[in-house]
T-cell receptor
């Protein structure tokens, strides 16, 4: 199993550009999450999904959109990039809610995004 | 409201010293879960331990030990005989049972940066 994979690893955007951060997992997990980590801070939840076709906002959703058309993929979309979105983005997944919430979230390696 | 506080921003020790990282949490739920993650300089997040609110037993894993005390809402992490490879940022996190789709969302502290010098 590859676990949780994220692409790209690094990206520099200009203000106003758009991009999609890709996240995929091959563990058949229903729950998936997007977090952002700002320097010197812990991670904050942007969006989460409890299954294909179901998404909901986390603590800091403004400026982002998500979709979940399959169990495996959970892309994060930035429509109009702003300097405030400079951060490291982590995707995570966890198993079915039957064993929830006493379970571990598996994290991807992160995407470092800079908006200039 | 739920919150995790790691008051120690940075700690520096010399190899072989013991070090304790503090974590204080706030929650209204009676069922919740506490986690510690390690983030080495390479940037990935490494799961260390998970604890549920009904189990206050301390846990030891090699040089690592955790002290969970509900009375003080604390979940402290001790590294015994620290090593240079322990240098990393350590995050404490809280997950509430909640209801609906909000279960499992992790609320992170700001992290404690540990530097272990040879």
């Amino acid at each position: 199993n590859a676990g949780v994979t994220q692409t790209p690893k690094f990206r520099i955007l200009k203000i106003g550009q758009s991009m999609t951060l890709q996240c995929a997992q091959d563990m058949n997990h229903n729950y998936m999450y997007w977090y952002r980590q700002d320097p010197g801070m812990g991670l904050k939840l942007i969006y989460y999904s409890v299954g294909a076709g179901i998404t909901d906002k986390g603590e800091v959703p403004n400026g982002y959109n998500v979709s979940r058309s399959t169990t495996e993929d959970f892309p994060l979309r930035l429509e109009l990039a702003a300097p405030s979105q400079t951060s490291v983005y982590f995707c995570a997944s966890s198993p079915s809610w039957i064993n929830f919430p006493d379970n571990e979230q598996f994290f991807g390696p992160g995407t470092r995004l800079t908006v200039l | 409201a739920q919150k995790v506080t790691q008051a120690q921003t940075e700690i520096s020790v010399v190899e072989k010293e013991d070090v304790t990282l503090d974590c204080v949490y706030e929650t209204r739920d009676t069922t919740y879960y506490l986690f510690w993650y390690k983030q080495p300089p390479s940037g990935e997040l490494v799961f260390l331990i998970r604890r549920n609110s009904f189990d206050e037993q301390n846990e030891i894993s090699g040089r690592y030990s955790w002290n969970f005390q509900k009375s003080t809402s604390s979940f402290n992490f001790t590294i015994t005989a620290s090593q240079v490879v322990d240098s990393a940022v350590y995050f404490c996190a809280l997950s509430e049972a909640g209801y609906g789709g909000s279960q499992g969302n992790l609320i992170f502290g700001k992290g404690t940066k540990l530097s272990v010098k040879p």
